[in-house]
C-alpha cells in the first residue's frame, strides 16, 4: 500500500504538470495569432490586462493542487517554479494596466517605458518561455520516470540525525558567516574576498530556524518556543538591515513551509503567505528609504555598517519621508514584481542589432578560486544593461532582467525555444532530489534544498549567467562535500560498532 501511495504521488508531479501545460497551450495559441492581426493600443491593453491574468491561473491552481497531494514538493522547483512564474510574469506585468496614475505616470518617464505593443511582445516572451521550461520539466518525470517513483517516506528525521542539535548548528554556523563575515564584506567594513561557494551559507542560519518549526510542529516543548521566540524576531530586524526583501521573505517563508510538513494544515499554511505578502509591502518604502539614504551619502546602496542602518532605521520609523519623491501613492511593491519592461527594451536591443554578451564569462564560474587564487572578481551582467539602458559604458547599478528576456537579448527567439527547455530539465533533476531529501528527512541535505529553492523563486529573474548556470558548480559541489562527509561519518559509525561488538565478544568469551 506505501509503494502505491508513493506512486500516486509521485506521479502527481507529472500529471501537475501535463496539466498546466493544456491550460498554457491556448494561451500560446492566441499570442502566436495576434502576430496576424494589426493590432490597435486599445488593442494590445485590452490583451495585457487580460492574458496575464490567465497565465497567473493556469499556473496556481495545478500548483496548488500538488501541494495538496504530495506536501513534500512544497520544498522543491516542481512547487515554486510555476508559483514564481505567476507572480513576476502574470501578477507583476498586470501594473501597466491596473496600476494608479501615480505609478503609470512615474513607469512612462523611465528609460525603459515601454508602449503596450512592446508589453505584449514581452508577455508573450514570458509566456513562449514558461512554456518550454515547464515542457523540459514535463519530458523530465516521463523520460525519467523510475526516479519520481521510489521516493521512501518517513515521519522523523533520517537516523542518526538529532533535529535541536542540528538546527543549533545551522543558526550558530549560518549566523556567524552572514553577520561576522559576508556583511561586512558586502557593506564595505571589510577587504578580503569570499568564494561564492561560501556566500551560499547565508541560508543556514534560517534552515536553522526552519528545523525548530518543524520540531515545534511536532511536539511542543517550552524551552524550544522559548528560544525560537527570543532569537528569531532578532535574526528578523537583522535581516530588516540589509534591505533586501529576499532575506526578509527567506526568514519567514522558511519556517512556515518546516512547519506545514508537521502541521499539514493547509489554511494555517494560506494565512502565513498573507503575512509574508503583508511583510513584503511593508518592507518595500523602509528598503526603498534605506538605499536611497545610503546613496546620497557614499555613491552606492551597500556602504553602511550595523550602526549607520540601525540609525537609518530609527529616522525610518520616527517618520522621516525626505526621500519619499516618488508621492505614497506610487505603487513600487508592484512595479518591483513587473519584468515586462525590461524584457522589452531587451527584445528591442536584440531586433535593432545590439545583442548582449553576458554569458562570455560563465567558463570561470567553475574554476574554484582556491584553484585560481587570482581569479578576479566576477560582475553580474546586471551592470551591463544598466549602462545600455542608460547609455554609459558601465552602469551605476545592477539592472534585474529575467532569463526570457536575457535569452532572447543574446540569441532572439531561437534562444528561447531551444534553452528553455533545457533550463526546466535542470530544475526538474535539483526538484526530484529535494522530494526525495523531504521525504526521508534527510535534513543534513537541506542546504542542497534551498539553493535549488532559491534558484525557482529568483533564478529566473536574473540572467541566464547568474541565475542559471551560477547555481550548477555550487548544487554540485555541495552534493559532493555532502556526500563525502556523509560517507566518512558512516564509515566512522560502522568501525565504531564494530570495535563495540569485538569487545563485547571478547569479555564475553
Not at 134 to 151: D, K, N, Q, S, V
Request: overall charge positive; hydrophobic content about 50%; charged content about 15%.
Amino acid at each position: 500500500m506505501d509503494n502505491l501511495h508513493n506512486s500516486l504521488q509521485t506521479r502527481s508531479v507529472s500529471r501537475c504538470y501535463w496539466h498546466t501545460l493544456c491550460g498554457l497551450f491556448p494561451l500560446l495559441v492566441f499570442y502566436l495569432a495576434c502576430q496576424l492581426v494589426d493590432g490597435t493600443v486599445e488593442f494590445y491593453t485590452r490583451v495585457n490586462g487580460l492574458a496575464p491574468v490567465y497565465l497567473m491561473l493556469a499556473l496556481l491552481l495545478p500548483a496548488y493542487h500538488l501541494m495538496r497531494i504530495n506536501p513534500e514538493t512544497i520544498w522543491s522547483p516542481a512547487f515554486w517554479l510555476p508559483v514564481s512564474s505567476a507572480v513576476f510574469y502574470g501578477f507583476g506585468p498586470l501594473v501597466s494596466v491596473y496600476g494608479n496614475y501615480t505609478t503609470k505616470t512615474m513607469m512612462a518617464f523611465t528609460n525603459v517605458a515601454a508602449a503596450p505593443a512592446d508589453v505584449f511582445r514581452a508577455n508573450m516572451l514570458s509566456t513562449v518561455g514558461i512554456f518550454g521550461l515547464l515542457i523540459g520539466f514535463w519530458l523530465h518525470t516521463r523520460l525519467r520516470a523510475p526516479l519520481w517513483r521510489h521516493f521512501p517516506v518517513q515521519d522523523a528525521p533520517a537516523r542518526g540525525v538529532r533535529l535541536i542539535p542540528l538546527a543549533a548548528v545551522f543558526i550558530g554556523v549560518g549566523a556567524f558567516f552572514r553577520y561576522a563575515v559576508m556583511k561586512p564584506v558586502a557593506w564595505g567594513s571589510s577587504s578580503m574576498t569570499i568564494p561564492g561557494v561560501i556566500t551560499t551559507l547565508s541560508p543556514l542560519v534560517d534552515l536553522g530556524f526552519a528545523l525548530l518549526a518543524l520540531s515545534l510542529a511536532h511536539r511542543r516543548s517550552a524551552k524550544i518556543l522559548y528560544f525560537f521566540w527570543l532569537t528569531w524576531p532578532l535574526h528578523l530586524y537583522l535581516c530588516a538591515l540589509s534591505l533586501s526583501k529576499a532575506e526578509i521573505i527567506l526568514a519567514i517563508m522558511l519556517p512556515t513551509l518546516a512547519a506545514y510538513l508537521g502541521h499539514r494544515n493547509r489554511r494555517r499554511f494560506g494565512l502565513s503567505f498573507l503575512i509574508m505578502l503583508l511583510v513584503f509591502v511593508i518592507a518595500q518604502p523602509w528598503i526603498h528609504y534605506g538605499r536611497a539614504k545610503i546613496y546620497a551619502k557614499t555613491g552606492t546602496i551597500t556602504q553602511a555598517g550595523y550602526l549607520e542602518r540601525t540609525e537609518l532605521l530609527v529616522q525610518y520609523l520616527a517618520g522621516d519621508e525626505s526621500v519619499s519623491a516618488r508621492g505614497d501613492d506610487y505603487q513600487g511593491w508592484w512595479t518591483r514584481l513587473n519584468y515586462s519592461e525590461v524584457q522589452a527594451y531587451a527584445m528591442q536591443a536584440y531586433d535593432r542589432g545590439a545583442a548582449g554578451s553576458s554569458l562570455k564569462d560563465a567558463w570561470m564560474l567553475f574554476i574554484p578560486r582556491f584553484v585560481w587564487q587570482n581569479k578576479p572578481i566576477i560582475v553580474g551582467p546586471g551592470k551591463a544593461f544598466h549602462g545600455l539602458v542608460n547609455n554609459r559604458r558601465e552602469g551605476g547599478s545592477f539592472l534585474a532582467l529575467s532569463v526570457y528576456g536575457d535569452l532572447y537579448w543574446q540569441f532572439g527567439w531561437l534562444g528561447v525555444v531551444a534553452i528553455s527547455p533545457l533550463i526546466g530539465w535542470l530544475f526538474a533533476m535539483l526538484a526530484w532530489r529535494s522530494i526525495a531529501i523531504m521525504r526521508q528527512r534527510n535534513f543534513l541535505m537541506l542546504p542542497l534544498v534551498v539553493i535549488a529553492l532559491q534558484a525557482a523563486l529568483l533564478g529566473m529573474n536574473k540572467y541566464l549567467f547568474n541565475g542559471i548556470i551560477a547555481v550548477v558548480p555550487i548544487y554540485y559541489a555541495y552534493l559532493l562535500v555532502i556526500r563525502l562527509m556523509l560517507q566518512f561519518l558512516g564509515r566512522r559509525r560502522k568501525r565504531a560498532f564494530q570495535n563495540t561488538t569485538g569487545q563485547r565478544l571478547g569479555s564475553s568469551l
